[in-house]
């Protein structure tokens, strides 16, 4: 629903996250101040076993609908660009002439690319990917999906080649039917696993590897552009984009995560912990990506990243077995007692990401019986959560804060059992809808509305902070009890294969 009118006035910046489960907008005026939203919920579908689909038609609707309810809140012209964070290594097909898709969207957490990689590293390659792109070889980032694509509507490449069809992410996508130019933001290209981080651009040879043809991909650009204006929509014709950033860096961004020991922890349908990093030497357990990247600085920010498949969808999934809402779950959660509950679920539906990175791990629930009931599966779903968050954590180099954001992030259980489990502080910002609010500032900063110190200071007010309450002993147990259920889902995995 929109908010409260915006009023007249120049300077203000339309900022859409296109994400999983919806598509935010929000309108800020030059202040900085959200005077409008509106949102779209958006579904997806599972065709078969390890599949992922959206319908990419709905995800062009969801925007044009976000954008406009927005817009009627604020007077015509009086938008000074358009700012758009997306979720990330999603891949479309589209046609280049009608800019309409070509196929569904195949979903991040979709796992059609596992033969794929599995033949990529037989062949001895998967450590020349990783070297290349910071990214381990893995079916959830585009290569292998943008091949699956490829292989179902356009297996000789013909129609690739000759730059008929258009493969990218959600980013690239969008850009190309709103302002009609064929470019993808730089952020997004790092997660495709087909850039070269050093570089900045499409690799050759990855490309051979992945048998995808260059003429189907947009041109790299900055995160602040220059990506066209656009063109279509009713009261933004002629609005420049001014900025574009995937959705955990937008995050990040939003946090003034380009300060050193500040670690984001964005909890959604999967989480995505980062913390910035000054050269793309490759991180052990997690991946390196880049963050953004600006014209002024002629360089990227890089960044260390660790990617969870499941954590709010773990809460999703459980609902919908038993007939409730993730956030009833929550709630039941913070009603049982965490040191007598022996339940634990290791949701490794579709294998386990970071820092693990195994495919074949299977989903685990052990420790019931036939006295628990909805509170015990639901604080073992939420621990699955934070066990995970602080697998990554310990990880990571020496961590001066957490910064959480996104829907579980909204509840006091979540924080204080992730700041128990991993032994640091954890800060929760007051704002939901960080993805948005980090694409809208990195386009102020553009505009010359804001500074980055002022932008610093922004972040760190209002933050409410949770301290650990556990004991070394009793972190130390049940830590070593998810790992030795961990351990076990993974061994099933490999001895289901």
Not at 93 to 98: I, Q, R, S
Not at 130 to 150: I, N, Q, V, Y
Not at 374 to 399: C, F, G, I, N, T
Not at 429 to 451: D, F, I, N, P, Q
Request: hydrophobic share 45%; with cysteine; aromatic share 4%.
């Amino acid at each position: 629903m929109a908010g409260a009118g915006a009023g007249a006035g120049a300077g203000h910046i339309l900022a859409v996250d296109q994400g999983t489960s919806s598509t935010k907008a929000l309108l800020l005026d030059a202040a900085g101040a959200v005077v409008a939203r509106a949102g779209v919920p958006l579904t997806q579908t599972h065709p078969g076993p390890g599949l992922v689909e959206q319908d990419a038609s709905a995800i062009l609707d969801s925007v044009r609908t976000a954008v406009a309810t927005c817009m009627t809140e604020v007077a015509p012209g009086t938008v000074a660009g358009l700012a758009l964070s997306t979720q990330r290594e999603s891949a479309v097909l589209w046609d280049a002439d009608t800019r309409l898709p070509a196929a569904p969207l195949v979903g991040w957490q979709d796992r059609r690319g596992i033969e794929r990689a599995a033949r990529i590293e037989r062949a001895g390659m998967s450590g020349e990917v990783r070297r290349r792109t910071g990214l381990p070889l893995d079916p959830m980032f585009s290569a292998l999906k943008m091949a699956a694509l490829l292989d179902a509507h356009d297996p000789a490449r013909s129609l690739s080649k000759a730059g008929r069809l258009r493969l990218g992410t959600v980013d690239a996508f969008l850009l190309h039917h709103l302002t009609g130019r064929p470019v993808t933001e730089i952020g997004n290209a790092s997660r495709t696993q087909l850039l070269d981080l050093t570089t900045g651009d499409w690799d050759e040879e990855l490309l051979a590897l992945f048998d995808i043809p260059r003429a189907a991909l947009g041109r790299v650009v900055p995160s602040d552009g220059p990506f066209g204006e656009v063109e279509g929509v009713a009261g933004l014709d002629g609005t420049p984009v001014l900025a574009v950033l995937g959705d955990s860096h937008a995050a990040l961004f939003a946090h003034a995560g380009w300060r050193p020991g500040i670690v984001k922890a964005t909890y959604g349908t999967g989480s995505s912990v980062m913390t910035v990093a000054g050269t793309p030497d490759e991180a052990g357990d997690v991946c390196t990506t880049i963050a953004w990247s600006t014209r002024a600085a002629g360089k990227p920010t890089y960044a260390h990243e660790a990617n969870i498949r499941s954590s709010g969808r773990t809460l999703t999934w459980l609902a919908d077995l038993l007939g409730t809402t993730a956030e009833q779950l929550i709630e039941l959660a913070g009603s049982t007692d965490e040191a007598a509950d022996g339940v634990t679920l290791v949701p490794a539906f579709g294998g386990l990401g970071a820092p693990w990175w195994d495919p074949v791990a299977v989903p685990l629930l052990t420790g019931f019986d036939l006295g628990t009931g909805r509170a015990q599966l639901a604080r073992a779903a939420v621990r699955s959560v934070a066990h995970q968050v602080a697998d990554v954590l310990a990880a990571l180099p020496p961590v001066r804060r957490v910064v959480a954001d996104g829907g579980l992030s909204r509840s006091d259980t979540v924080m204080q059992l992730q700041a128990d489990l991993s032994d640091v502080a954890v800060a929760r910002t007051r704002h939901h809808e960080l993805s948005a609010v980090g694409a809208a500032h990195l386009a102020g900063l553009g505009l010359g509305l804001w500074t980055a110190e002022a932008l610093e200071q922004r972040a760190d007010d209002d933050l409410t902070v949770f301290s650990p309450a556990w004991d070394d002993t009793r972190r130390r147990d049940a830590v070593t009890r998810w790992h030795r259920h961990l351990a076990a889902a993974r061994d099933l995995g490999t001895r289901g294969k």
